[in-house]
């Protein structure tokens, strides 16, 4: 190798060559001759091989070493005649000498610390403690030996600075060894010494450091330098404290945390999707509330002051009642909480609010709003889900990084240790459920048959829905009075049946199905939707059924009106026409019965009764038999906590399906309710609390503790179709069925979105109306559907190819790993074989020679392809050793010294190199012994030069 | 002298109030002990109760190993300059490299620099304060030694650790400790 260098560096001269050669000669000397010092106390196999190793490494080290020196030298040389060639050639000889005195003396310094290292682990322990000491003096001694040196030198060096002016070369050497100097402190941090040392080298450095570079005039450049670090480290304390911020801004972060700690991921997922429904609905209600409730509420006509804002004399004695307040109807009805309040003027206030523009527009973005989010977070999971983890080292990483260093507070210490505990369990399962080998014939034949059974429970109860509800709409047909209780509660009962015990059935089905935890989770869900599908489809029919009732009932309440009014006026109105009309109290008016408020109020009386039968469910099914099964367990002929009924577990699908449905109902019904947001906000709100709460004290974790998918996207979809079936409905309503006259903010007109055309022909010029009508004619319309289906198509396919691309890359990358280990194991197999033989591929000589001319070789190569190699790591190291080098030779001279585990400390690696994987052929990286710059012996080295 | 290198050491590069607060952290655990002027280099030695009562460690189940890999003699008592290079070593600022270097002595619990399958054990056993069963132990061993061990001899060596640690993404973030 050194040969090579030198060939390559032939046109330099030959007196560089001389040097070069000499000082490597010595060098190896060295080098060997501390191979035998320090393999002396070891067994005659461990000599020859440490000292193969040793020269090995020595070599690498010269190597480097010369390469920068000649390039170095290389620099020199230019600077020099640049100055004018004066001198160069003495300057020359004197720093290769110092460089020969600075390598020696690095050596040293290797030395010492490889008897250090080898005496901690080598020997035993208590002769460690004896060992140390002297070491330490030896230390210290030499320590104090480098001081009078640099002092002896420092002077010489001075005098020699005061005797001739410094000349440019010195300078620039002046300013090369100070660089050093502060590599040297820059990067002191990284070397894995004791603060003893670390202090001592440090020291000296700065003294040299600070005594020369107000020589060079940059003085400045400490203070610089130290103002950029504390910048530094005050930006980091501000990231962090910003991103503390941050997780604190995020609500119920911490109580999600510490139950996905105790109950595992899929238990958090719903909360985690609890808490973005909730924030959905923040914002739904903050549109409905701040563009509709509060301008009608604040400069709309006041209560009283027409008919549809009073409530009627009939029911104004119980108006105030909280049993009428609790059902919505009396002054709740009447107010702004409900669709019947608003009036139609076109604008109200002195802000000219376009009211009944606003209340149509909110009722669409809301929809709009909803369409847009749920489909971008799907987008954006899915993305997530595309890239996926690197779950190479999942387990490793689980075992060195999980636990947090930072956490000093017992509490947070107790959830981090159910946390891991939690996550270890989640990865044995998704280990055990891949590793599950089974009659795959067996497993079919009872999927196809759950699948069957479930399909079978679904037809059936949705037949009998079908039929209850057929026979609901005759009794009703026929009047309601003529039957009994249970004919009248039906549907609900039967809707409530089913939904008790058809779940548990699915649950009975699915554990035939034997699917891992979470898909058999995402077909529990699957199926108990598809139930809940039929209990949506009986409430939408008996809504229908009831808006035409109400229709047929607004028919004759105006007939009777003009009836009324007749006799009000006493057939007077023709002549009367400009008289000052008869004052009534807006309470005796008769009013059409107002559909859209009936349905407002239906929605909302679901919500409330929903929330309160999931808190009674909580606080019954949860709280009091979590009570009973601690308290009673002490007196109870079984064991109560691990028999029958035992803590209950928490029920993920029915919870997350209850918010799902629920929130359907708020998308149907927030049209005719702008309460209805406001109500699921407090719900929501409510709700997190007590279930955390519920959860953490009378839950128990699954027996299996499974892995959420990390997106929630299966819930996502089921709230998408959700949604879609709950703006069918409410879209049917607002475009097919004419408003009630006198009440809302579209009576008088045959449809609710005139408003729209009303509003372009009031308050746009008329250019704009009719580019409206052209831009809205089906013409134009289809091009542009047909254009969005066909973007729609190209982006979905360009996506897929992404998709599959990267799925190929991944494959290749997982192969790649794979052929890796394969490759290593048979290296270690072979050197294992080697192994077991050693005596044959003893001899000590002409190993030494093999290697010399194996490794420059390898180095070469390696520094030739020093990126690809890194990019390939070990493969490339690993067929590079195996092709060059003799297969005797394997186990000594690559990295891993496994085999000889007994005897040789690896540490030699470890401590002589701060971490830094060598294998990585990293070009640049100095192979050698960084603890102090003495490998470079291109430097003029010595402070003792210049002292 | 030694206070005073102490802060040459920190004016460059720690910042001063850190390398004083580790002073005074060191101090306060036992200030009958330690005297406030170190000019004349004591051999203070504080015992490893001392050291493991201290807020930051007292709740991470790896304190003794930590304590033992800066100790002078392994024995988990510390001068102040092993509480100094345990400070800087698990700082934030420390590079990755020297941080992957002492975990992987701290995880090396027998120091036969090697983590065999009875460090893991020990490890997984720390982890979870014994909330596994055996057999859930020695499977998430086996599947550690599995990933890591690049060179298949049943154990991990410092090259394999740092092979693994490296790629962790949020080692750094907890392999540190604020003071």
Known sequence: ?947 | MHICCLLNLSSVEKQEDTWDGLFYRYRDLAPQLVPLDYTDKPAVTLPYELIASMPELKDNPFRQRIAEVFSEHGDGNMTLDNFLDMFSVLSEMAPRDLKAYYAFKIYDFNNDDYICKSDLEKTVNKLTRNELTPEEVSLVCEKVIYEADVDNDGKLSLEDFQHMIIRAPDFLSTFHIRI
């Open chain 1, 1 to 947: 190798m050194p040969k090579h260098e030198k060939s390559t560096e032939g046109n330099d001269g030959s007196g560089d060559n001389e040097e070069g050669s000499a000082a490597e000669n010595e060098e190896n000397v060295k080098g060997t001759d501390k191979g035998r010092k320090r393999a002396t106390p070891r067994t005659a196999r461990s000599h020859g091989r440490g000292r193969a190793r040793h020269g090995d490494e020595e070599n690498e080290d010269d190597e480097d070493g010369t390469r920068r020196a000649g390039h170095h030298r290389h620099r020199n040389r230019r600077r020099g005649r640049a100055a004018g060639n004066e001198g160069s050639d003495s300057d020359t000889e004197a720093a290769k000498a110092r460089k020969n005195q600075a390598n020696q003396k690095s050596k040293e310094d290797d030395e010492e610390e490889e008897d250090g290292k080898g005496g901690k682990s080598g020997k035993g322990k208590n002769e460690k403690k004896v060992d140390k000491k002297p070491d330490k003096k030896g230390k210290k001694e030499k320590a104090n030996k480098k001081k009078k040196d640099k002092k002896k030198s420092g002077s010489g060096s001075d005098s020699d600075s005061e005797e001739e002016p410094i000349t440019e070369e010195e300078l620039a050497k002046l300013k090369e060894e100070v660089e050093e100097k502060k590599k040297l402190i820059a990067t002191l941090r990284n070397k894995p010494w004791k603060m003893k040392k670390k202090l001592s080298v440090l020291k000296e450095a700065q003294l040299f450091v600070e005594k020369f570079e107000g020589a060079l005039g940059k003085g400045k450049g400490k203070k610089f330098y130290a103002y950029k670090v504390m910048m530094t480290k005050k930006w980091m304390k501000f990231q962090r404290d910003f991103e503390n911020f941050k997780t604190a801004c995020i609500p119920w972060e911490m109580k999600i945390k510490e139950i996905e700690s105790h109950f595992g991921s899929s238990v958090a997922s719903y909360f985690i999707f609890l808490r973005w429904m909730y924030g959905i609905n923040m914002i739904l209600f903050g549109l409905t509330f701040g563009l509709v409730m509060v301008p009608e509420a604040l400069m709309g006509k006041p209560y009283g002051s027409l008919p549809r804002k009073t409530v009627p004399r009939a029911e104004e004695a119980t108006a105030m009642n909280f049993a009428t307040l609790w059902d919505f109807s009396g002054f709740a009805q009447y107010s702004v909480l409900f669709y019947g309040y608003y009036n139609n003027q076109r604008t109200i206030g002195w802000l000219k609010f376009r009211m009944p523009l606003s209340y149509f527009l909110v009722g669409v973005g809301t929809i709009g709003y909803s369409f847009m989010i749920v489909i971008r977070t799907m987008a954006r999971n899915a993305n997530d889900d595309g890239g996926g983890d690197d779950t190479s080292f999942n387990f490793s990483w689980k075992m060195f990084t999980s636990w947090d260093y930072l956490i000093g507070n017992p509490e947070t210490a107790d959830n981090k240790f159910a946390s891991i505990t939690t996550s270890f369990k989640e990865a044995i399962v998704e280990e055990q459920e891949s590793r599950k080998e089974e009659n795959i014939h067996l497993t079919r034949f009872l999927r196809v048959l759950a699948n069957f059974l479930a399909l079978c429970t679904l037809a059936g109860s949705g037949y009998l829905i079908f039929f209850v509800v057929r026979r609901s709409q005759k009794f009703a047909l026929e009047g309601l009075e003529n039957y009994g209780w249970w004919e009248r509660n039906e549907v609900n009962m039967v809707m409530s049946l089913l939904g008790m015990f058809c779940p548990t059935l699915f649950d009975v089905i699915s554990s035939l199905e034997n699917y891992h935890p979470r898909i058999a989770l995402r077909w529990q869900l699957g199926r108990i939707f598809a139930l809940f599908l039929g209990n949506l489809y009986t409430f939408i029919i008996a809504l229908m059924d009831e808006i035409n009732l109400k229709l047929e009932e607004e028919k004759i309440v105006k007939y009777n009106m003009t009836i009324w009014e007749a006799s009000l006026y006493n057939g007077t109105i023709p002549e009367n026409s400009t008289a000052p009309p008869i004052q009534v109290d807006p309470a005796d008016v008769p009013r059409g019965p107002c559909w859209e408020t009936m349905v407002g109020q239906e929605f909302v009386r679901l919500t409330v009764s929903d929330t309160m039968t999931t808190y009674i469910t909580i606080l019954i099914g949860d709280f009091l038999r979590a009570v009973f099964v601690r308290f009673f367990n002490y007196c109870w002929c079984w064991d109560l906590e691990y028999g029958f009924p035992s803590y209950s577990e928490f029920d993920i699908s029915g919870n997350v399906l209850g918010l799902i449905f629920n929130q359907g109902m708020i998308w149907m019904g927030s049209f005719y309710a702008p309460c209805l947001p406001a109500i699921n906000v407090f719900r929501l709100h409510t709700s997190m609390y007590l279930q955390c709460w519920a959860v953490m004290c009378c839950n128990v974790p699954q027996e299996r503790v499974f892995k959420a998918s990390r997106s929630n996207n299966f819930y996502m979809a089921m709230l998408l179709f959700i949604l879609f079936l709950s703006t069918l409905p409410a879209v049917y309503t607002i475009v097919s069925i004419p408003p009630s006259f006198d009440c809302g903010p579209f009576s008088g007109k045959t449809r609710m979105f005139e408003v729209i055309s009303e509003t372009l022909e009031h308050d746009f010029p008329s250019w704009f109306g009719k580019v409206f009508g052209y831009a809205s004619n089906p013409g134009l319309i289809l091009p542009f559907i047909l254009l969005m289906v066909l973007s729609i198509y190209y982006l979905n396919a360009t996506s897929k190819s992404y998709k599959e691309a990267n799925l190929e890359l991944k494959k290749k990358l997982q192969s790649q790993a794979e052929e890796n280990k394969r490759r290593n194991k048979q290296k270690a197999q072979k050197s294992n074989e080697q192994e077991e033989n050693p005596f044959e591929t003893e001899p000590p000589k002409p190993k030494g020679g093999k290697q010399d001319e194996s490794t420059p070789n390898q180095d070469n190569k390696k520094g030739q392809d020093g990126n690809e190699s890194k990019k390939t790591g070990q493969p490339q190291e690993a067929s590079s050793s195996q092709v060059l080098q003799h297969p005797s030779l394997a186990p000594s001279n690559h990295y891993p010294p496994q085999s000889q585990a007994g005897n040789l400390p690896p540490p030699s690696i470890a401590v002589t190199r701060p971490p830094g994987p060598r294998r990585y052929g990293m070009p640049g990286y100095p192979p050698g012994n960084p603890c102090f710059p003495g490998p470079q012996p291109g430097m003029p080295r010595g402070p003792h030069n210049y002292r």
